[in-house]
């Protein structure tokens, strides 16, 4: 049935399920500091990320996954900014191994690590998403955590206001970061863990200024 935020409509779900989320700006009680509470399911734009905000108006994270959910706990097509926390600005997750792809992360900032994601104890996959403009005091877009083992592939991660691209602290030797387009990063845009090949260093030419979210 219809739910009058995120938040419920996450808890009327099983795991199994799908949670389809119509265009419009998501912010306040019930769109901030989701949890999927161990559930596999899927939370999915019904639009896209262009035409489904959730802005956190930076009183908060979007999304904590630290309920030991794994692979079949899907993010997808969902523009996330404005969101602030101690490590992982947008996004923290702790004990779980979700899968975050097709959305888009802007101007988010962690005081400490991980401006947009933080990742520790977990092994999430996180393909296909683009960082623009996130920062924190280390990884302007993500931290690579204590025990994380996290696939990160074919991202755009760009512009990071401080902290560079990536912190890198303790994660473990499975992590995998490839075909990423690492590009203007404050702080640098070393690829400090992980296996993979062929990340490369190309502006991606959007037409906003960074972190605006004009793609």
């Given amino acids: ?77 969902f523009t996330i900014k404005n969101g602030n926390g101690t490590h992982g600005g947008a996004i923290y997750c702790d004990g779980a191994s979700p899968t975050i792809r097709y959305n888009i992360f802007c101007n988010n900032l962690a005081w400490g690590a991980g401006g947009a994601i933080a990742v520790r104890d977990g092994s999430p996959t996180i393909y296909n998403n683009t960082f623009d403009g996130n920062g924190a005091q280390a990884g302007g877009a993500i931290l690579f955590g204590p025990g994380s083992n996290a696939q990160f592939w074919q991202n755009i991660v760009c512009s990071s206001t401080g902290g560079g691209a990536f912190a890198c602290v303790g994660a473990g030797g499975a992590t995998i970061v490839s075909c990423n387009d690492v590009y203007g990063n404050a702080g640098g845009n070393t690829i400090c863990v992980g296996t993979g090949s062929s990340n490369f260093s190309l502006d991606p030419l959007f037409c906003g200024m960074p972190g605006t979210g004009n793609f």
């Fill in 1 to 77: 049935g219809d739910a009058t935020t995120i938040q419920a409509g996450i808890d009327l779900a099983a795991s199994g399920d799908a949670v389809v989320v119509a265009e419009g700006i998501y912010s306040g009680s019930g769109n901030i500091n989701l949890t999927y509470n161990g559930k596999d399911i899927s939370v999915a734009s019904e639009s896209g990320p262009f035409l489904t905000v959730i802005d956190c108006q930076s009183t908060g994270q979007a999304f904590l996954f630290t309920g030991g959910e794994g692979f079949g706990a899907t993010l997808e097509g």
